[in-house]
T-cell receptor, first 111, second 115 residues
Framework: KQEVTQIPAALSVPEGENLVLNCSFT??????LQWFRQDPGKGLTSLLL?????REQTSGRLNASLDKSSGRSTLYIAASQPGDSATYLC??????????FGKGTSLLVTP | DAGVTQSPTHLIKTRGQQVTLRCSPI?????VSWYQQVLGQGPQFIFQ???????GRGNFPDRFSARQFPNYSSELNVNALLLGDSALYLC??????????????FGDGTRLSIL
């Protein structure tokens, strides 16, 4: 059974800082990994999808990396803004179709 | 284009009742999945449907069932509701059953409260 851990559980940073969110997973046999953001009481917004053959994926100020063999992924957010405040979830997908989620990292960016 | 739409947005039920939640996928998407998110936890996979057939099932009791219609919309049914069923129920859609590595897109969910 795939176990997903996200560190830190919560993070508070001043506006403008660059930050890194960490995700580790126990089963390296994955097809891809998605990063999502979730605003309070809302659904999930897909940020990035990294295929198992890729090492990095970038979208604007976001960069996600994947080291499948070590079971790790990181989400790098450059020049953070208050609007980035949300919970960030990583979800590797194995041979089935289900996404396996961690508990997420709750991010607060203060003005 | 409209994203994944779910209805209702909020629902209050009592223990023992039955509930039906609805999901319309993004236009052109043929796969629908359901997830349960309890407060403070990540979403847990319940079902996946593709072309009206069940393709995957998570570790949930038989009180949970689902179906997919010819227009690819889907319903999730939960019978004999328990207090522990209180959660945000999320629907996700994708182009196919996962062969092409396409992302899954989520709706805003249905907040179910059991009294």
């Amino acid at each position: 059974k795939q176990e997903v851990t996200q560190i830190p559980a919560a993070l508070s940073v001043p506006e403008g800082e660059n930050l890194v969110l960490n995700c580790s997973f126990t089963d390296s046999a994955i097809y891809n990994l998605q990063w999502f953001r979730q605003d309070p009481g809302k659904g999930l917004t897909s940020l990035l999808l990294i295929q198992s053959s890729q090492r990095e994926q970038t979208s604007g100020r976001l960069n996600a990396s994947l080291d499948k063999s070590s079971g790790r992924s990181t989400l790098y957010i450059a020049a953070s803004q208050p609007g980035d405040s949300a919970t960030y979830l990583c979800a590797p997908r194995g041979s089935g179709y289900a996404l396996n989620f961690g508990k997420g990292t709750s991010l607060l960016v203060t003005p | 284009d409209a994203g994944v739409t779910q209805s209702p947005t909020h629902l209050i039920k009592t223990r023992g009742q039955q509930v039906t939640l609805r999901c319309s996928p993004i236009s052109g998407h043929k796969s629908v999945s359901w997830y349960q998110q309890v407060l403070g936890q990540g979403p847990q996979f319940i079902f996946q449907y593709y072309e009206k057939e069940e393709r995957g099932r998570g570790n949930f009791p038989d009180r949970f069932s689902a179906r997919q219609f010819p227009n690819y919309s889907s319903e999730l049914n939960v019978n004999a509701l328990l207090l522990g069923d209180s959660a945000l129920y999320l629907c996700a859609s994708s182009l196919d059953a996962g062969v092409s590595n396409q992302p899954q897109h989520f709706g805003d969910g249905t907040r179910l409260s059991i009294l």
